[in-house]
């Protein structure tokens, strides 16, 4: 079965600083989807970045951009120039490739915390 | 162009009742998956439902159902409410053509007492 690990249940970063979350899985498939996706205290999971595995370029998005480490398996999201609207949850997910694999296995997240 | 709903947003239930939570999702989509968030955890997969029938199913026991509707909305349906049974439920859909874009709700909190 899949899994996977978020080892910082709490980070903090200053105002306009860079951060970055780390995220572990394990998996015996080859292709798949990585997601991290952000929860503020408004409870709605926005999607913040997706990696295709058999992507080998690592997918940025504005101030988001991933580290994706295929052979060691890990995930992790920088987030440059920190804002206050940062501040949130953020989880970590797996999904497996093709239609019928329905479910995103998340991690236990982190609390990420903006200092202004 | 509305996104996912869900409703109600919160409800107080006793130990032993029953409870329907209900998800509209984002228009032009057909495929809706339950999450069960418990606090300071991930969310765990319920089911997912496509075509009006269940697709898909996480380990959940069988007190946990669900319905997904002709025009693609959603609702879960908890028996035999337990403690345990407290959490953030979310609904996410997606277009099966899309089937990694998952668009979530913002959750309906239910307190079991």
């Known amino acids: 079965a899949q899994t996977v690990t978020q080892s910082q249940p709490e980070m903090s970063v200053q105002e306009a600083e860079t951060v970055t979350l780390s995220c572990t899985y394990d998996?015996?498939?080859?292709?798949?989807?990585l997601f991290w996706y952000k929860q503020p205290p408004s409870r709605q999971m926005i999607l913040v970045i997706r990696?295709?595995?058999?992507?080998?370029q690592n997918a940025t998005e504005n101030r988001f951009s991933v580290n994706f480490q295929k052979a060691a398996k890990s995930f992790s999201l920088k987030i440059s120039d920190s804002q206050l609207g940062d501040a949130a949850m953020y989880f970590c997910?797996?999904?497996?490739?093709?239609?019928?694999?329905?479910?995103?296995?998340f991690g236990k997240g982190t609390k990420l915390s903006v200092k202004p | 162009d509305a996104g996912v709903t869900q409703s109600p947003t919160h409800l107080i239930k006793t130990r032993g009742q029953q409870v329907t939570l209900r998800c509209s999702p984002k228009?032009?989509?057909?495929?809706v998956s339950w999450y069960q968030q418990a606090l300071g955890q991930g969310p765990q997969f319920i089911f997912q439902?496509?075509?009006?029938?269940?697709?898909q199913r996480g380990n959940f026991p069988d007190r946990f159902s669900g319905h997904q509707f002709p025009n693609y909305s959603s609702e879960l349906n908890v028996n035999a409410l337990l403690l345990g049974d407290s959490a953030l439920y979310l609904c996410?859909?997606?277009?099966?053509?899309?089937?990694?874009?998952?668009?979530f709700g913002p959750g309906t909190r239910l307190t079991v007492t």
């Open positions: 996410a859909s997606s277009l099966a053509s899309v089937f990694y874009e998952q668009y």
């Open positions: 998996t015996s498939e080859s292709d798949y989807y």
């Open positions: 990696q295709e595995a058999y992507k080998q």
């Open positions: 997910a797996y999904r497996g490739y093709g239609g019928s694999q329905g479910n995103l296995i």
């Open positions: 228009s032009g989509h057909d495929t």
């Open positions: 439902y496509y075509e009006e029938e269940e697709r």
